[in-house]
């Protein structure tokens, strides 16, 4: 079932819905709840060499990586430095593509909303320490971890509401439903405690969108509209669905490319459910006026759009696990590129990848876009992507100096290997957790496992780490890396997390991946056995054949979602495919069959005509049948 093409739906991961954690070795340090730099600002950048650079870099690269279109804006404080288009926003009619095409800038929506919400903190008709249920009226938000979450928690993902995949967009408008709507009929359930750790969510995003509704009686996208991208001068950029006429008619196509076939694919326009964090429209230009606006301290053009505590909750650290680790603000998340820290957010939608980067200290800020999809048909990273990142460390090695990281020299605490077993076990990404569709099978495919090394230290994945203080793990390989665990109300060890929205739950011993493996492994053999033995010997009934056939379906059908060639994994945004439909089907069959199977086979025995063997051999392919069926419950693989 797991094989090394299925493992490529653990990338998926971190990098998906639009935000990544940093991976062991390569945290920066944060000293201060500040995202200050230490350093002097970058002396100011020559708009033609940057421009001679990037025109001797991109084509190039975007050639070889198959990018069709690639948009780029540069500004350094007041400045636009640079704000050009490479390639072509279509293709098929070898259309451009300039800084005034529109482009879907997927998570990119979220700091430009979280910029709305904070104009309407200041405005006093929000607040940051208010349950949003304040300001919704018409859906219970209050559950078993207390009131709704806060308006603070939901900007920073600390909400405690996992993400979604499954028919989070819709092919076409007709299918398409108002934020309420979808808030009404598929808000999850919180799986954390509010405010504990930073697990990314859409659903966070949408209920301060609809928030917004309540207290103004108006679409949210008017209001942000009103508060952000008027201000701005951003005409060009919408979060209305369907798009106004005018930015619809200068979006640029998404693809994909088909390597078998060496050619590009359409990725069709389709409409986004939660759409506060997700379905902003913009351009080049326009963005360029949003990062102007951010680094000139509020101020655009002149005119005074932003005061001095809107910008420094959109800019520096508001929420974090502890200060060794990054953390957020209200709008970004921090993030070292090339040693660079920075605030920025990615956006990943279907058709096109975004990114965000500002650096305040430096004044300088970017926004790229290309129109290619982020993940291919096996959800594994696409080149164009991986042009995106290494775009990203090219302009930071070329323009900007490397941050200056002063790791603390921290002594270990005494020897406290008498503790050290509260922390081991097997932690999944909270990305998967709670999830209430197939891709929850996330969590199994991205985890850590926490071993005692028996000399008070930890091995976490493949570094070591020793307690510097309590919770707090620092890597020997790597000093500037940590780990931080956190702790739930009754003081137990429950999740960990390397900073920002990277954070793992601890789970158990049966929802790990060695025993889901084992229990894989031996469901196969108790099924084919059966499926071999009974034409010979028929020492049972045929509904433990048919039990046998339908669980095999059921492993190998799951195992096919993910390779490539057989399944495009991005359909599911849209929709659940015909075959994926029979599949999930298939365990509330074989959980039918096992129940007759049962009475079936109570009643031959009485007859004493089967042999013993074949008695504990139906027994097996029975509890082989409940066994898949608890599996499917488990990883939400029945409709």
Known sequence: MFTKKSLRLAVYVGLVLCTAFLAPGKIAIADSQSVKLPGNPVAEINPEILETFLDGYIPEQMESRHVPGLVI????????LLSKG??????????????????????????????????????????????????????????????ASTVGQLLTHMGGYPDKVVRSHAPDFEAWEPLGDVLHADLPSRVFPPGLVMAYSSWDYALLGYAIEGVTGLPYEDPVAELVLAPLGMGSSTYAQPLPPEIYDNLAVGYGYDYDKNEYYIQPHDFVHMSPGVAFVTNGEDMSRYMRALLNGGSLDGKRIFEDETMAMLLERQASVHPYIRGRSYAFAERTF??????????????????????????LGFFISINHRYFDEGMSITEATVMLWELTNEI????VPETEVIVPQIQPLPDRADHIKRFTGQYQTTLGIGRNDFFKLEALLDNYNVKDNGDGSLSIGSGVYVEVE?????????????VVFVENKAGEVEFLTFGGT???????WYESMNFQIVLVGVITLISLSMLIAWPIKRQSHWMAWVVSL??????VGVGMLFIREITDLLLFYKKVPVGATILFTLPWIIGLLSLSLLVFLAQTWKKGNIPWWGKVHSILVLLSGFATIWMANLWNLML
């Open 73 to 80: 804006s540069v500004v350094q404080g007041d400045k636009v």
């Open 86 to 147: 490479y390639g072509y926003a279509n293709l098929q009619k070898r259309i451009p593509m300039t800084p005034q095409t529109n482009v879907r800038a997927g998570s990119v929506s979220k700091p430009v909303f979280a910029t709305a919400v904070i104009q309407l903190i200041e405005q006093d008709l929000f607040d940051l320490d208010a349950p949003v249920s304040d300001y919704i009226s018409d859906l219970k938000l209050e559950d078993e971890f207390g009131p």
């Open 338 to 363: 090339a040693g660079r820290k920075t605030i920025y957010h990615d956006g990943n939608g279907i058709g096109f990848i975004n990114r965000l980067v500002l650096m305040p200290e430096h004044d």
């Open 396 to 399: 930071m090695e070329n323009f």
């Open 470 to 482: 309590p919770l707090v793990f620092q890597s020997l390989e790597s000093p500037g890396s940590f």
């Open 502 to 508: 990277g954070s793992y739950q601890k789970v158990s």
């Open 550 to 555: 339908l669980n095999l379906g059921v492993i």
